[in-house]
């Protein structure tokens, strides 16, 4: 194995590079893309230096492929965030706003209510009556918040 590593040349890291490209389009999700990048720019250091050691070698690309990690890290993490719609997986969200009949009886300033098809725990400062119109101001640990709406 030794000797393999001795006999290191550039075209090395480019197969490397390239197993790892095949790798990460099987579904890496962009896990791999900083390897990638370090087996690429170490091809290129060891076109240039053909002497350099193996040892240095593979210590540049664990460098490397750290930094080339770190660096897409930063650069793609807020990528998939953006989006037009923030509140799309966000359900007690896309209800703050919205007024609805309380199905359940409250104790303690808490029950439950039926949105659709889903019953939600709710929260209020005050008991309120099964029927009482209630709008939604806020959400805590999917638990809806609630406030008797005005007539």
């Given at each position: 194995m030794i000797e393999f590593f001795e006999t290191m040349q550039f075209w090395h890291w480019i197969?490397?590079?390239?197993?790892?490209?095949?790798?990460?389009?099987?579904?890496?999700?962009?896990?791999?893309?900083?390897?990638?990048?370090?087996?690429?720019?170490?091809?290129?250091?060891?076109?240039?230096?053909?002497?350099?050691?193996?040892?240095?070698?593979?210590?540049?690309?664990?460098?490397?492929?750290?930094?080339?990690?770190?660096?897409?890290?930063?650069?793609?993490?807020?990528?998939?965030?953006?989006?037009?719609?923030?509140?799309?997986?966000?359900?007690?969200?896309?209800?703050?706003?919205r007024e609805f009949a309380l199905t359940q009886q409250m104790t303690g300033g808490q029950g439950k209510m039926q949105v659709g098809d889903t019953l939600w725990r709710v929260e209020s400062e005050t008991n309120l009556p099964v029927g009482t119109q209630v709008k939604v101001t806020g959400s805590r640990d999917m638990v809806l918040l609630i406030v008797k709406a005005s007539a």
């Open positions: 197969i490397l590079a390239i197993v790892l490209i095949a790798l990460e389009i099987l579904g890496a999700t962009g896990f791999l893309l900083g390897t990638v990048m370090a087996a690429f720019e170490l091809a290129l250091i060891s076109y240039i230096w053909p002497d350099l050691s193996w040892q240095k070698q593979l210590g540049l690309f664990a460098v490397l492929s750290i930094a080339c990690s770190v660096w897409f890290w930063y650069r793609f993490k807020s990528f998939s965030q953006d989006t037009d719609h923030p509140k799309l997986n966000d359900r007690a969200a896309q209800l703050i706003g």
